[in-house]
């Protein structure tokens, strides 16, 4: 068994105060909270701002306290182990839990900037003397960087050291402190530091909390009489299970709401990385976002699909993206643009005043501009996750393949204009994770190396592909399709990749690594092997049913030709691209008819979830409707291997 954390956002819509039981409403309530979030956020960056030298920050990454003794994880012991600790402003009272508070979130805020401050050594210890790295300095930077370090963060930090060099005459920074101010801390209470004499946080019948919270009356309170207990009922989103223990949440203000925060703990079954048959490999696609397909593990060892292609097509979402981010660069021009010409003019002259005005309206509207952006890669990340989750538990797989991130970037290929973004690809595994958690399912990485170039249905693995811009048009060279010229397979060329992914992840299911800080699963060796298509059996509900009889019958209806006598072989070659899946729409009022008599008898395996009905969220999201299919196509237990697949069946038996 494992402990899964999320976290939920609720709303805090009034408050009673307790010894008078005066009903405040969510107006005073967010005052309050915001009055005290600001003394909180006060006091943290001044501990921030008062330790922002290089010699602090040395004596935080050291993790030794003055008496010799390792640092406490927690950040607020660790701060008042230093000795630095925070302090109310002059005339104002706070209790201890509320210094506590502003501690953890300085803590934090240090802690963030040792990591940021590692990279940033790294990045200065490696600096190319003139342009570009080459493959040796990229290697040196990789070993000199602090664990956790993504990509994305290489290349911001090294933009900003780029530009404080340009801007100090070719120099390099000495440290994080000569390259950036203090960082702001957020204006919010973690009240994970304090206690019950801050905070309380209990069950109040299946769906709804009560969050007891000490708050100060006025904005500066000067003695104890100035703060009171604030009972607020709260209601949990079903996403907090009836079984999960709740923890001390955050507080926070949203527009001038009160939002809490609130991470509560689930008991799940932690899933085995090895003795999956049926499983979901997951391809990225460039706009697609996510292309996935089946696969199941047969006795003999080979690796068969049911030949349907899975999508998650976010192409519309990744062009608003794509508008998002240019109007960003348009807005921080602007605001550049305007404070320079301002800050070339004296003080006295007219127009100052109106230059400083249109760059804070360009500021505002930029800051508006990446809130939308990251709030719109946020809700498809985690609805791409969601989705795919769904289909790996209707379609009864016990185990979902991704291809590894980290091989994926280092590839450097898949660049576009309209190209989502590698951070939203990180949310999206993140989610999966989470989610797939939660089903029971586990999560392994396989490297990405190859997955597109190679067939996925001859040659084990060295087979190679031709890529076409469509199946009509094989003399041109293109990216939409592929075709191999060996075994005539012609299909999507993210398809074929998502088939190798489930091949490689199903046939190397003992060499699987699990780290142990994350809790992840990586593949570590690559194992080749082909993957068969094969239909699902014939279920004979079609021939069961009753002919509807629509006015006289002028004579019997026609039979349909056994089920037997059909080819169980799903066409390899199409002529033309398959339509996209739209979803369909079903007639209003009527429940989704996706339960299949087979899976129905056996009782599906997670009824909780219910996936038939599967929403997006999104309007112009096209996504493979999710439906519940049995897990047992292809050959027969116990069948004899076919020709042609020893090979494979011998690496297994290695394995
Ligand atoms: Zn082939």
């Known amino acids: 068994m494992g402990v899964l954390t999320s976290t939920a956002t609720c709303a805090a819509l009034s408050a009673v105060v307790e010894p008078t039981g005066v009903r405040v409403r969510e107006r005073v309530l967010a005052v309050r909270v915001g009055w005290l979030a600001g003394l909180v956020a006060g006091m943290a960056a001044a501990v921030v701002s008062g330790h922002w030298s290089s010699a602090d920050l040395d004596i935080l990454a050291g993790g030794v306290g003055p008496d010799g003794r390792a640092l406490p994880v927690r950040g607020w012991t660790a701060l008042r182990r230093l000795g630095w600790t925070a302090a109310a402003p002059g005339g104002v009272y706070v209790s201890d839990r509320v210094r506590r508070c502003a501690e953890e979130e300085a803590a ?14 790294a990045i200065v210890a490696t600096w190319p003397e003139h342009g570009r790295r080459d493959e040796a300095g990229w290697r040196a930077l990789r070993g000199l960087l602090p664990p956790g370090a993504t990509t994305a963060e290489i290349v911001n930090r090294t933009r900003q050291v780029r530009a404080h060099a340009y801007a100090h005459g070719g120099a390099l920074p000495r440290d994080l402190p000569d390259l950036e101010a203090a960082p702001a801390v957020a204006a919010q209470v973690l009240l994970a530091a304090a206690d019950r004499q801050l905070a309380t946080i209990a069950r109040d019948g299946g769906d709804r909390a009560v969050l007891r919270v000490q708050l100060p009356l006025v904005e500066y309170p000067a003695r104890r009489a100035d703060w009171a207990w604030h009972t607020m009922a709260i209601a949990l989103p079903p996403t907090v299970a009836a079984g999960a223990v709740l923890c001390a949440p955050t507080l926070r203000l949203a527009r001038h709401r009160v939002r809490v925060d609130l991470p509560h703990r689930t008991a799940v079954v932690r899933a085995a990385t090895s003795g999956h048959r049926v499983a979901l490999g997951i391809d990225w696609g ?25 999508r ?9 993206l794509h508008r998002l981010r240019g109007h960003r660069e348009h807005l921080a021009a602007k605001r550049t643009h305007h404070t320079a010409l ?39 990340a985690w609805s791409a996750a969601r989705w795919a989750v769904d289909q790996a538990v209707a379609l009864h ?49 396989v490297p990405a190396r190859g997955t597109s170039r190679y067939c996925p249905r001859c040659g084990q693995g060295s087979t190679e592909l031709t890529h076409l811009p469509a199946p009509d048009r094989p003399q041109q060279r293109g990216w939409k399709w592929a075709a191999c010229a060996r075994c005539r397979l012609s299909t999507d060329r993210d398809h074929a990749a998502a088939m190798r992914i489930t091949a490689r992840g199903l046939l190397a299911q003992h060499h699987v690594r699990t780290d142990r800080a994350t809790g992840r699963h990586t593949t570590t060796r690559v194992v080749e092997g082909d993957v068969a298509t094969a239909r699902r059996p014939a279920t004979g509900t079609r021939t069961r049913k009753q002919p509807v009889t629509r006015g006289p019958k002028t004579g019997p209806t026609p039979k349909r030709p056994p089920a037997s006598k059909l080819s169980r072989r799903v066409p390899d070659r199409r002529t033309v ?15 989704p008819k996706n339960h299949h008599p087979r899976v129905a008898a056996s009782g599906p395996a997670h009824d909780f979830l219910k996936p038939q009905h599967h929403r997006t969220g999104f309007h112009h999201v096209h996504a493979t409707p999710v439906i519940c299919l049995p897990a047992d196509f292809g050959p027969a237990r116990h069948g004899h291997a076919p020709p042609g697949m020893s090979e494979t069946h011998r690496q297994i038996q290695e394995v």
């Open 108 to 121: 934090r805020a240090l802690r963030l900037a040792v990591h940021r401050r590692q990279v940033v050594a």
């Open 286 to 310: 460039v706009n697609t976002l996510l292309t996935a397909t089946v696969g199941r593990l047969t006795d003999t060892g080979r690796v068969v699909t049911d030949g349907r292609m899975l």
């Open 312 to 320: 998650y097509d976010a192409t519309a979402i990744s062009a608003k």
């Open 342 to 380: 301002a800050a070339g003019l004296p003080d006295t002259d007219p127009r100052t005043a109106r230059l400083q005005a249109l760059a804070e309206h360009a500021d505002t509207e930029h800051e508006r501009v990446c809130a939308r952006i990251r709030h719109l890669n946020k809700a498809l």
């Open 397 to 445: 797989a016990s185990a979902v393949y991704v291809e590894d991130l980290a091989t994926l970037q280092a590839r450097g290929r898949r660049k576009g204009n309209a190209r989502l973004s590698g951070q939203v690809r990180g949310t999206v595994t993140d989610a999966i994770v989470h989610l797939a958690a939660k089903a029971g399912l586990a999560v392994v990485t």
């Open 577 to 591: 691209p398959a339509p996209p899946c739209t979803g369909g729409q079903r007639p209003a009022g009527q429940e």
